[in-house]
């Protein structure tokens, strides 16, 4: 196949505080695999949703495989042959993989209710066998891996008759083998015409599978680049302009290597009342980051709560060794007020505090240096300490909850997914804070499904499965594959 599958030109998207989209330029070829890069608040989730028919442009234009196209909602754009794998999964646990894959567009369906289960499972069979998009028609969703349950999502978008996929972060949930798997997929579906939209700020993935990327960078378009032509510097330069990433320094921790945290035969139950962590022992020492892969919804929400006294333990003893800061996995619902200031996000855990507050009043110029300094500190966007923190990008979000735990100068971080959905730049920030925090002398409870993320902050690696610990490495003696099995529940070495 030749020409471009996709040409968006001039494209603005403007909302009360800001432009989203500010003239962006967008040309995939057709039967290629395209990277869509850049820092949080870039602009590309709202050029997706453009793409995908969920937001109007202001200005700018549309041409799907060469013909002009004006999508009123994402109904239009799939039946221009466009479809979306949202990096959070919408399917019906209860449900058979044919189920899934054809609910709302029910093969035979009829006035009454009825509709060919028989053909559903055919059809859906022969588009994993011509796609090669592994996965039994018959089998029940709740069953799958989430490897699994992602390749029900992409067979979705096929049954719909997508050529064109957009993908968002696809691998931020899966294990290495998994993660295999996917760019198998990817690179079947490339051969067999389709056209992949990559969106994901793994450079490296994006710099073994794509085709070609284009960089955006404050609602703008910096340029696209041919992956054999670039290079992962490069890419990265692009994304952050003229901001200047250190490199992570392992700085050492100086002091004494007491014990701050230990978790002897810990069992918390989990919202349906089942045993979602069972007999966990750990320890945490001073000056130790603490690396816990898996893959999620094996029990990290409950340890994470559990150590931060969040939730109580079933069974078993948590001894902490003194303060503990968390940033918890989820935000949204549990990290921020997002209708609140900036400063007040900011202030959460430390209202109490007399440099901060007095019976009855605030100490407002001591609130707002602290706050500043945590701007300074993280080159938060836009630097106001007012705007509301739901005005933020994700990323900025992020920052300011980085900034309010370690701020609190805790014995004990409690780090969850402390860079899922943030970009570049500012994992690299956050990465170099929690070094910090470990040199301070704390000890860091890192919690990731990000492997790599892991491997670079951790000094020991231990990996939960179904609520237990598979096994324990240090760092210098992990292998991605030893930890690869474990985290999909293969004991041994």
């Given amino acids: 196949m030749s020409g471009l599958a996709v040409e968006l030109r001039g494209i603005v998207k403007r909302y009360p505080r800001v432009v989203a989209n500010d003239g962006v330029d967008l040309s995939v070829e057709s039967g290629t695999i395209h990277a869509l890069i850049g820092e949080n608040g870039a602009g590309k989730s709202t050029l997706m949703k453009i793409l995908y028919g969920m937001v109007r442009p202001d200005e700018g234009t549309l041409s799907i495989n ?9 109904r239009d754009a799939i039946i221009a042959g466009i479809g979306m794998v949202h990096q959070h999964f919408m399917l019906v646990k209860p449900l058979s993989v044919a189920e899934n894959v054809v609910l709302g567009s029910e093969p035979g369906a009829s006035a009454v209710g009825t509709w060919d289960q028989d053909g559903a499972k055919a059809e859906v069979a022969r588009l994993s066998k011509e796609y090669g998009v592994k996965v039994e028609s018959s089998a029940v969703v709740e069953t799958l891996s989430v490897g699994e349950e992602q390749r029900v999502e992409i067979l979705k978008v096929l049954y719909r008759g997508a050529k064109i996929l957009i993908l968002d972060e696809p691998t931020a949930v899966l ?9 198998k997929t990817l690179k079947g579906l490339r051969a067999a015409g389709s056209t992949i939209l990559f969106i994901s700020h793994k450079l490296k993935e994006v710099m073994s599978l794509c085709d070609a990327a284009t960089v955006m960078r404050r609602g703008k378009t910096v340029g696209t680049k041919k992956i054999s032509e670039t290079s992962q510097n490069e890419l990265a330069q692009m994304m952050i302009g003229d901001l200047e990433i250190k490199e992570k320094a392992a700085v050492p921790y100086r002091g004494e290597a007491s014990e701050v945290l230990r978790l002897e035969n810990v069992s918390v139950r989990g919202p349906r009342d089942e045993l979602a962590l069972k007999g966990v022992s750990l320890s945490l020492k001073a000056g130790e980051v603490l690396g816990v892969a898996g893959v999620e919804g094996n029990g990290q929400r409950e340890l994470a709560e559990v150590v931060c006294g969040l939730s109580a333990a079933a069974e078993g003893r948590v001894t902490r060794g003194g303060r503990v800061g ?12 997002l209708a609140a200031a900036a400063w007040e996000n900011m202030l959460l855990g430390r209202h109490w505090e007399p440099v901060f507050s007095t019976p009855f009043r605030l100490q407002r110029g001591a609130i707002a240096g602290y706050g500043r300094k945590i701007i300074a500190d993280y080159d938060l966007r836009p630097p106001e300490l007012e705007q509301e923190a739901g005005a933020f990008s994700g990323g900025n979000q992020q920052k300011i909850i980085v900034g309010r735990e370690v701020s609190k100068d805790p014995k004990i971080l409690v780090a969850a997914h402390p860079t899922r959905g943030v970009d570049w730049g500012a994992s690299a ?3 170099q804070k929690i070094l910090e925090t470990k040199a301070a002398g704390a000890g860091v409870l890192l919690i990731s499904a990000d492997l790599d993320e892991v491997l670079s902050l951790s000094d020991r690696i231990i990996v939960l499965f179904s609520g237990r610990v598979m096994g324990e490495v240090a760092r210098a003696d992990a292998k991605i594959e030893k930890l690869g099995c474990w985290m999909a529940g293969v004991s041994g070495t």
């Fill in 66 to 74: 060469g013909k002009p196209a004006d999508f009123s909602g994402p």
């Fill in 175 to 183: 294990t290495p083998h998994e993660c295999d798997e996917l760019f």
């Fill in 326 to 337: 968390y940033v918890p996995e989820d935000r949204h619902h549990a990290g921020l007020m």
């Fill in 429 to 431: 920030l956050i990465h």
